[in-house]
């Protein structure tokens, strides 16, 4: 799922022609602001720190106690907690599964929201207006608080169960926006065109109906990530959830439970993991603007 | 055309059977806990020497339902404890029902939700209309970006971020609570002046998480205006620009009530953020709390209560759009 973000800064993929044409588009779009190349960058640095990073640092990182709350340094560049425990290396390793989490469960979101939508739009009639109930629940149904409620069931130990809990709870909104343009799709031309030539619906489904509703979707996977990592990272700031790794989630909650924000001691220890989110935040922001561009042609300003 | 008081109906029949699904999921979830939590208390009641039908009223009395028969006698029981608003006692504060624990919080969460809300609607719209206008200069983009930002920033961090600056870097708000409990309570100047310096940060978080979302829809709103017949109409009769100004917002203002009704949702389930983060004593704190007693009556009946708030609000606001918009008075299903 990593490569979906992952921007080819340079490289050719050998891909289906229709697809060079889609990648040469975003290389191009990409190099027109300034502030989309940057952030491309920016996701892709990301990238790199949850895959490769937590390998450059041994699995127990070193706690000096004398040294606590310092701020940045030649040998901490950001600081250390409160036991004296390099911050950079925490962010580094803690950036694995709040990000394998968020992908996952934003792929899980645009999966069966997708489905859902496209088969609730294309069907109509009473498998329609069931699966739009089911998904009006999920929509008006606190997302947060019902989490948390799961939380004292679930123990969100691994990113995979976090991602999956999350995706589930979280896909009726593109579900409900892929029915809509799914129904409106299947008044046009083409899509007549298609059934009167008698293709099947799995046809008409995915080659007429897919690609179609695919710019949307994938827009969304990327949003959804961003949503995601707050959500999560969140639940772990609350600290009603156990845990046995770090993570960006447990370093706030850490700090603020050392007393950061009253006394205003390593002040660099709080603030280094939402920088973090927000630096991924707006990388993704600005590729969502690049990626806004290639799909929708007359949004271009020429 | 449907009447009002048959979509009202509707409205509510569907409000009911959603609250009935949700009070049902949590009975079974309860149920789940690893331990059973209600036959644990039971056992542990019996084994001190209590009488088993005493025991049994005890934990009923805790937990809204019986910890003993068949799980369907179980579950009808609980249903028909919650038709009387009674789903149990709090276990972390002794002799207090779990209703009125929960109800305590709630006055502190609307309020600060209605002052965020108000505050990022005002900020939102103006800003979206300035953004609009100046579309093509400097000014637009950089307050698209802003708000596309601010609508991304997630509260928990905004809350924070604000802790940081207004309390640790430059102290002029309280950190902590919802009022100074050195002062008297009571309708005088410095109890007022307490509760809302204690209120102003967290409803600025509020506001700060949310007009980000006002502000990019009423910017596409007003761009799709400005290109409408009567616009250049009112530009040709000669109209001065603040009357021209007006007729713009009214009906751009529009698309901005269906978007009400999402950040409802986002607004209570952020009160568990913004609260956490102040340490503002809402229903947010009372579910995190209550999840970290494992007093389950409390967390039921918060969630409950969350919930419930949630589908009222959206109600009322399509109720809202309705009244608002004439071309939404239409037939079919409403919703669908």
Partial sequence: ?302 | MRKLPLRLAGHLVRALVMIWVVATFTFFLIRQMPGDPVAAQYEQLVQQGMSPDGARNATQLTYGFMPTGSTWSQYTHYLWRLLHFDLGRSTQTLGVSASSEVLTGAKWTIGLVLAGILLSFAIGAVLGVIAATRRSSGTGDALTITGSLFHAIPQFVMALVLITVFTVIWPVFPTDGNVDILVDPGFNGPYIASLVSHATLPALAYALSMFGSYLLTMKSSVISVLGDDFVLAAELRGLTRGIRFRYIARNALLPLFTIFALTIGFMFGGAVFIEKAFNYPGMGVTLVNSIGHRDYSTMNATFLLITAAVIVANILADLLYTAIDPRVRRGGTAGA
């Fill in chain 1, 1 to 302: 799922m990593a490569t979906v973000l992952e921007t080819p800064t340079g490289t050719t993929p050998t891909v289906t022609p229709a697809r060079q044409g889609f990648w040469r588009n975003l290389w191009r779009v990409l190099r027109r602001k300034p502030t989309r190349l940057a952030g491309s960058l920016i996701v892709a640095l990301f990238v790199a720190m949850g895959v490769i990073g937590p390998f450059l640092y041994p699995a127990n990182l070193p706690i000096d106690a004398g040294n606590a709350y310092a701020g940045p340094s030649g040998s901490h560049l950001l600081g250390t907690d409160f036991q004296g425990t390099d911050v950079l290396a925490l962010l580094v390793t803690g950036s694995r599964y709040v990000l394998v989490a968020a992908v996952i469960a934003a792929a899980c979101t645009v999966v069966v929201g997708t489905g859902i939508g496209l088969y609730a739009g294309y069907r109509r009639g009473g498998p329609d207006s069931v699966l739009m109930r089911i998904t009006d629940f999920i929509i008006t149904i606190p997302g947060l608080p019902l989490l948390l409620v799961l939380s004292t069931l679930w123990k969100y130990s691994n990113p995979l169960t976090m991602g999956l809990v999350l995706g589930v709870t979280g896909w009726g909104s593109v579900a409900r926006a892929v029915r809509s343009q799914t129904l409106s799709l299947r008044e046009r031309g083409f899509i007549e065109a298609a059934r009167g030539l008698g293709l099947s619906t799995a046809h008409v489904v995915r080659k007429e109906l897919l690609p179609n509703v695919a710019p949307y979707v994938a827009m969304n996977l990327l949003i959804s990530v961003t949503v995601y990592i707050y959500l999560e990272v969140g639940l772990f700031f609350l600290g009603v959830l156990p845990f046995n790794e770090n993570n960006w989630g447990v370093m706030i909650n850490q700090a603020v439970q050392n007393g950061v924000t009253q006394t205003g001691q390593g002040l660099s220890y709080l603030l280094s993991p939402l920088v973090a989110i927000l630096l991924l935040t707006l990388g993704i922001v600005l590729l969502v603007d690049a990626m806004d561009e290639v799909f929708n042609p007359r949004l271009r300003e020429d």
